[in-house]
Each structure stands twice: as structure tokens, then as C-alpha cells.
């Protein structure tokens, strides 16, 4: 499939062999900055230049893409004293460094950062304001320090006798890149630079469509076959699973590192796909590597045999890819407030959320609404008044308490991102603006998670029924259950489980209180929103779907819950993002699909897939690829928005539970992203696992 | 309104005809085939699975059924799929069977059948589907009875009915080591397949199944195939995939 060289790559990334590359830096820099006057813009562009002057350059003779990361750390360059000073201090108010969106590669393939740095230059002599001296400053700087770091590269690819990679490096990323190569090697090199600047998750937005022209050239002019592209295409996915056990995240492997490929063009919406789409999923397919994760934006045109080889990625088990509806997807940004021309341009940010490469800073995840406990509360308090249940109250306690979580979410995690003046060159405008992306940024909206929506709804839904059939006293009864966690009740929480109706099996009854949910969600979201910053509620869980549920999390102040009405039990995980709840009868994938086609996802537009497992066998039967492609075109045609497949036998994870050694590289998709299985905390194992005992 | 009993749905179930398909298990069936993997849907009434106490086999009104399988109605249109009536023996629920057929003419019908049913009733089945699913095992009675508990021969009639009413059909070979994958066997249903008029659109080498006796317990049942082979005999089963091949019948291996 690969050469032996490529096999060799693959193997020394596999087994972290780059590791052995690194070393620590010490703290005195924090010293120097200690004394220094600098205000955050002026820190981020000393530490990324500090990071450049003490990388160490590492290339091997045989490669053709490189570069390895060689410092462990990034040495503290703040302190909170030097962000209250410079941003005052207030009550809730959380500051990070970028993270979670998407640079424009584009504007570094086509301008090369000589040219960008002209730019700069040229900004620096139209302005007086200190402030914006400052950041221009920091900008250029920050470019000439890459740059230097990419001459050391050139010069270690001299001393290993590797000219091409010495060549690559003469051109990129100084000057535009003018072949395919060219472009690959510019990205992974700026990419990492990004990464030694504090940023993280860090996504690579549309591959295909900026790659393209390069690509096209190449094969045009005869430069490069299809073949030899690929071959270089692998490499390039090899190197970006090199150093992502420094890059930060919930869990090790939720790096942010996705790629979107598929969709239309942002000028008139047709379709842009092209042979690259194709060339990156065979790739991806035939390497199985966690990095980068596949995101493919589909419609009812999208052609069958590019749905059958995303079926066929699926079929290796990774988790992705990762599919979206433009359908869905563009209108409901337009009614956002996003541009026609933006909304069609849209990507991923580290798991499913949609934002605009280059002109979106916004934060995505920043806390999760819990439908089961809004639900609960509502439940509890209802039951407070002596011998009378009026739904009416119930259902606006619940929308209540769903306004009070996002209010809380909005006042007690405001999110604020700090400057990057590197990372703010490949953001549109800012340079022109003279300010950091951080503070001009064409989309600064907030998006927030809807967790344990099919608990939420099988619980409401159960509430609804005991009143309809068993009156007060039987939801008297259910409530003493629950709050017992049905010990002595283990008969009514069969039936609960068994009899009730529930989300995922295209119930009109469970599927209309999902509806409610997410309806009262997306209103507040609404209320709570203004003209800068609008609120994006979304369907996705991410790491909530445990936290949610396990009172020792207290970093996270979202409410947890006990058990709820639908016989869910004390500390038992909530179902992932849009999945039906945990270990209920399930009709099948068909019903899955209809249940979840009840949500306005023209208001629930921050991301969140439906996410199905499906049994291995699915691909030892006839036309299984086939007819699995048949079942995204379904997935479409009934209106959802975001659909993840995995695919992965649950005994497997059990033996790798009982075995890590002899499961090192076995990958599994955690939420929005895919991890090695070993490496994840057990709760999250044990999630995984439990998905996938439930395969449909 | 004669009512019936469904011990499962299968959506997006693969291996059961052309497109993305709902397969509707029937509960019940005539034989008792050593080798089944649903020991649960030999019995007719519905029974209790004794490991998880959950009821097994739901009663449906053919209206009841067809509406259900109705909501699917745009996937089967636009994927170029539809229902299959499996079981159990679907035939075994005649009555039933046909009046829901009656209630779903505009989808694509498959019946997966293991041919034992009186044979006026099999050919109006068989007419009012769009494909035939016939199930063929073992050639010589003896044998027959001895693993399945009946008789095989209104099954071989039935079989030569459908084909000179030139129904569509697959034949679809269960591969049993030591049972069906004999050589003798094989032969025996080469011949069979062979005095056919006309063709089958195709024929399925069905892989055995080794979680097969995975349920019995769950309803107090006993596999009795513990120690037979998981592979079938590579001898003979590539011996009669070339004799059909050569002979221009299509084979599909599973």
C-alpha cells in the first residue's frame, strides 16, 4: 500500500519515538518577563520567539515533510497579576489563549509570511497608536522568528543531506508555496509554530479546497502523479501525529486537529468537491491514524462512490468520518447572523462545532446545558404542592431552570481569548485593523452544549405518562423511587425502562418532548443573546456526558444529577450527544434517524452528531458499503444536521481493557474526536465500551 | 382480522434483499433445524428470554404491522428497498401474512422462507411478493428429517412450483460443517438446483454462524451442534461453487 519508508514513518510515529528529540526548557525567560513591562501581546510574542530560538532541528535524511517538536514545555510567560492588570478583574470572567477555531491556511499558501510581514510593516508606518505599534510589532516579530526557525530547518536538512527538505525549506514558508509539496510542508511547519505559541486545538479547516490549486498545478504540468501525491499526503498525515501528546485537551488525542472536506464553494454554492476530496479519505483510510480527524460535508448531490469511500473510512473503525448536512448546516449559520459567502465556507472547530476558518473566534464549548437535570428540578418542585401536578407549571419550570444554566454558564465561564499576534496573521482583517484577532474578529458568538437531551426527554416523557395513567400517586411513587435510586423499585424501573416511551425509536410521544427541550433551549438561547455575541445552543455532550453525572467534578459548576424519572440510574453516564439512552430497547439505526429529525436545527446550530454504533458485521455483509452510504443519503433526506458512524466490536475494547500492552494503537472516537483506547481515563473507557455493547 | 406474532424488526437489515430493507421476523416455524441461531422463533407463542425476563414475541393486527413498516416508506423508495418477512417461517402465519402483504403493494416484498408450508397457500404468498428467499439444506430425507425434523419433500415440491410459476428467486445454502457442506450433500443439491427450469437470479453460500447456539439457554433450550467444526469443508464447498459457476448459475459466498 505504502513504501517501506513511509511503514518505517508510520511505526516511529506510532511508537512516540520522537520523544526521544525532546528536553525540557528551564523558567528563566519567566524571570526575564517578570521584570519586563509587557502587556499580552508583546508576552505571546516573546515566548513563541524564545520557542523558536531554543527548538532544536531535527531532520532525518530519508523524510520529505518535517519537523518534530523538541522542547517538553512552554516555560510560563503571565501570571494572573499581568492579565488583572491589563484586563481588569471581573467576577466569572475566564481568559485563554486561541484555541478551538480555525486559522485561514489559505492566506499562508498564497501570500508566503515575507509578504505578509510587508504587510505588517507597511500597517506599522500608517498608524500613531501605541497599541496598535505594539501589535504590529509583535506581529512582525513573531514572523521573523519562524522564519529563522525554518532557516535553522533548512540548514539541518543541509547537514543530513537531505536537499529536497533543505529546498522546501528556502522557499516555505517565507514565499507562497508554488507546489503541492510545498504547501504540505508550509502547513505542518506553521501549524506546529502556531502550537509553540500557547495555542491549541487548533483545526486545519478545508484541506481540499485550499490545497487544490497547488494539487491541480502539480498534476497539470506533470510534476507530480496521483500517486506521488499521495504518497506525500500520507506523510504529511504521518507528521501531524507526531508531538500531539503536548498539545492540550480533555483526554490525549482531543488535539482539535480536523480537517473538513467536501461542501460547496463559498461563491455560488456548487459543489467542491474534487479529486483532493477523494485523494484525502484513501489517505486517511489506508494509514489509520488518529490525526487528522475526517469531517465530510455532504448533500442530497453528493456523488455515491465519494458517501461509499467515507463508508469505507468508517469501516476501519477511527470514529470518523465525521458527516454534515450543508443542508442544514448553511442555512441555519445564515439565520445566525453569518454572511451566505461564510456560512458555505464553513468547518469544524475541535469536535463538531461550525465555524468560519479565519473570521470565527468564537467560543464554542463553553459549558453544557443538562437537560436531565432541568428536567429533574422541575419534576422535584412540582411535586412540592400537596396532591396536584399541573403540566403546564412543569414544563415552564423546565424551560426556567434551562435559562438559569445558560445564564450561569454565560455570567460564571465568560470565556475571553487572550492576544496571538502570530495566530491573528491567518485571521481576516486583522492586520489591516491593526489588532489582534482576539479583538476584531468578524464572529465572536458563544456556543453551548445540550447534554443528555434523550435522558432529558425519556424522563419528561415518563413524567407525563405516570400522570396520564397512574394520576398523583403514581408520580408520587416515582418520585420516592428516584429518589431512592430505585432500590426496592427495581420492578417500576423495568417498566420504566421497557414500557415508556423513549427517544431513538421514532415515538411521536418521546420524540415531541426531545423537540420541547431543545425548542426551550434554543429560545433562551435567543433571550440571552446580543448583537456581538450571540448564543449558540447546540446538541453535542462532549466530556458532559460523564461529568454531568458525577458529583466529584466540581471544576465544572454545571448541576448534576442523580437518577432521573426514566430509570436511569445514580452515577450512570448519560447517552453522547444525540444517542439514544443507554441499555433502553432500540428500534434501529431507521427510527434512530427519524427521532432526531424532529430538532429545528435551524436554532440548534452549534454542532452535536447523532451518533450511531454499528456492529463490524455491517461490512462482511453484501453491498454493506453500499447500502451504509444509502443510510447517510437517509440521513439527509429527513433533515439532520451531523451524523457520526463507529464501527468497532465491543469485545475488542474488553480485551484491551484486560490488556493495554498489546493494545497501543487501538483507536476509538471519545466525543467530538478519536483517541488511542489506552490512553483514555477509565470512565471514559467504560463509556466507549458501553456504546458499543449497544450496537445497532 | 387475523393477528399475528413478531418476535423482532430488524431495521437496515443487510443480508435480506436488494436496498436498505426492514426485516419483520416471524414467530413460529415447522422445522427445528439443529443449527438455528434463533431458538427463539421456533416456538409460536410468545415466550418469556429467561436471562433478561423480557417477553419475547409482540401480537400485531396486519394494519398494526403495516403502518409501522410504513414509516419507512421514503428510504425503501429512494434506496430501492423494502420489506423481508423472515422467521421463524413466515409461512407458518399464512393468514396473517398475506393480509399484511394486501396492505403494503406499493414496496418491494422479499419472503425468506424455508418452503415448508401447504402449497396453495406458499404459491399465493409467493405470488403476492416481489422475491422469494427459498432456503435448501439437505438433499436426501433421511438426513433431513434427522437434522430439521420434517420431511424435505413438499419442500422440493414447493420449490418446483415457484419455478414453473417462474417466481423470482435466491436459493439460499446454509453451509453446516459436517451437515449440510458434505459432498454428497452438495451434490445432492447441485442436481437439485440443476433440474430447475429456470435459473435462480442467485445463489447464497450462507457461512455458519458459530454464536448460533449463543440463545438456546435464554429459553431453556439445549444446542446439541457443541462440537462440530467452525469452518465448513473448503474441499467440497469450493467443488460445488465451481460446479455452479461453470454451469452460469450466479453464486454469491457470504
Sequence with gaps: MFSERLTQLRDF??????????????????????????????????????????????????????????????????????????????????????????????????????????????????????????????????????????????????????????????????????????????????????????????????????????????????????????????????????????????????????????????????????????????????LKLIDPKINLRIDSNTPDDLLELGCELTKCGLGFPQYSNDEVVIPALVKKGYSLEDARNYTVAACWEFIIPGKGMEVVNQGAVSFPYAVDIAFEKCMQKNNSFNIDTFRKLIKQNIKEQVKKIISNRDI???????????????????????????????????????????????????????????????????????????????????EMPKVGNADTDADNELKFLFDCFADVADELSNKHKKIRAGSGSAMFYVWLVDP????????????????????????????????????????????????????????????????????????????????????????????????????????????????????????????????????????????????? | MTNGIVFDIKEFALNDGPGIRVTVFLKGCPLTCKWCHNPESQKHQPETNQKTNRLCGKIYTPSELAEHLRQFQDVFAFSEGGITFSGGEPTLQADFLMETLSLLTDIHTTLDTCGYCESSKFLKIAQAVNLVYFDLKLADDTLHQKYTGMSNRLILENLKMLDEHNIPLHIRIPLIPTITDTADNLNGLFNIIKSLKHSPIRIDLLPYNICAGGKYENYGMTYELTTIPNEPNQTSVQHFYEQLTQNNFNVMKG
Excluded at chain 1, 156 to 185: K, S
Aim: charged fraction near 25%; charge should be neutral.
Design chain 1, 416 to 498: 475571553r481569548t487572550l492576544p496571538c499576534p502570530f495566530a491573528s496573521v491567518f485571521f481576516h482583517d486583522s492586520i489591516q485593523q491593526r489588532k489582534d484577532a482576539s479583538q476584531c474578529a468578524k464572529y465572536n458568538n458563544i456556543g453551548i452544549h445540550g447534554a443528555g437531551s434523550a435522558n432529558g426527554a425519556d424522563a419528561l416523557i415518563a413524567i407525563l405518562k405516570t400522570f396520564e395513567t397512574k394520576g398523583f400517586s403514581g408520580l408520587k411513587e416515582l418520585l420516592t423511587a428516584k429518589n431512592a435510586n430505585f432500590k426496592g423499585y427495581e420492578k417500576l424501573r423495568t417498566y420504566l425502562q421497557d
Design chain 1, 552 to 696: 466529584n467534578m466540581t471544576w465544572a459548576f454545571e448541576p448534576k444529577v442523580n437518577a432521573t424519572a426514566d430509570g436511569r440510574l445514580s452515577g450512570e453516564a448519560l447517552s453522547t450527544s444525540l444517542a439514544p439512552s443507554h441499555g433502553i430497547k432500540v428500534n434501529g439505526v431507521l427510527s434512530v434517524l427519524k427521532s432526531y429529525s424532529v430538532i429545528d436545527y435551524s436554532r440548534i446550530m452549534n454542532g452535536g452528531p447523532i451518533t450511531i454504533e454499528l456492529s463490524p458485521s455491517v461490512f462482511h455483509s453484501e453491498d454493506g458499503i453500499k447500502k451504509l452510504a444509502q443510510l447517510i443519503k437517509y440521513f439527509v433526506k429527513v433533515g439532520n444536521q451531523q451524523l457520526q458512524l463507529n464501527v468497532l466490536d465491543a469485545s475488542v475494547l474488553e480485551e484491551a481493557i484486560a490488556h493495554p500492552e498489546k493494545h497501543r494503537n487501538l483507536i476509538v472516537r471519545v466525543w467530538g474526536w478519536s483517541g488511542y483506547f489506552t490512553e483514555l481515563a477509565p470512565v471514559y473507557q467504560q463509556h466507549v465500551l458501553n456504546r458499543h455493547k449497544y450496537t445497532l
Design chain 1, 13 to 286: 510515529t506510532q511508537q512516540r519515538q520522537y520523544q526521544q528529540f525532546r528536553t525540557e526548557i528551564d523558567n528563566h525567560y519567566t524571570k526575564l518577563l517578570d521584570k519586563a513591562d509587557y502587556n499580552f501581546v508583546q508576552r505571546s510574542a516573546f515566548i513563541l520567539k524564545e520557542m523558536c530560538q531554543t527548538e532544536d532541528a531535527v531532520v532525518f535524511p530519508d523524510e520529505r515533510i518535517s519537523f518534530i517538536r523538541t522542547k517538553q514545555n512552554i516555560p510560563f510567560y503571565f501570571k494572573p497579576k499581568n492579565i488583572e492588570k491589563e484586563f481588569g478583574k471581573k467576577k466569572g470572567v475566564v481568559y485563554d489563549t486561541f484555541h478551538n477555531i480555525c486559522p485561514d491556511y489559505e492566506i499562508l499558501l498564497t501570500n508566503g509570511l515575507e509578504k505578509l510581514r510587508e504587510e505588517v510593516l507597511s500597517e506599522r508606518k500608517k498608524t500613531k497608536k501605541r497599541s496598535e505599534k505594539i501589535f504590529l510589532d509583535s506581529v512582525a516579530s513573531s514572523i521573523l522568528a519562524v522564519l529563522q526557525l525554518a532557516e535553522k530547518y533548512h540548514k539541518a536538512a543541509l547537514i543530513a543531506n537531505n536537499q529536497e527538505v533543505a529546498d522546501l525549506f528556502n522557499r516555505v514558508p517565507r514565499y507562497p508555496a508554488q507546489t503541492f509539496h510545498e504547501g504540505l510542508q508550509a502547513i505542518r511547519f506553521v501549524s506546529a509554530a502556531l502550537y509553540l505559541a500557547d495555542t491549541y486545538q487548533l483545526g486545519f479547516g478545508r484541506m481540499d479546497q485550499y490545497l487544490y490549486p497547488l494539487y491541480e498545478n502539480d498534476i497539470k504540468t506533470g510534476k507530480i502523479s496521483r500517486e506521488e501525491a499521495k504518497e506525500l499526503l500520507a506523510e504529511f498525515f504521518i507528521s501531524l501525529n507526531k508531538d500531539t501528546d503536548l498539545y492540550r485537551g480533555v483526554q490525549q488525542g482531543d488535539n482539535g486537529q480536523s480537517v473538513m472536506l467536501g461542501g460547496c464553494k463559498p461563491a455560488d454554492g456548487t459543489s467542491a468537491v474534487n479529486d483532493l476530496t477523494y485523494l484525502i479519505l484513501e489517505v486517511s483510510k489506508d
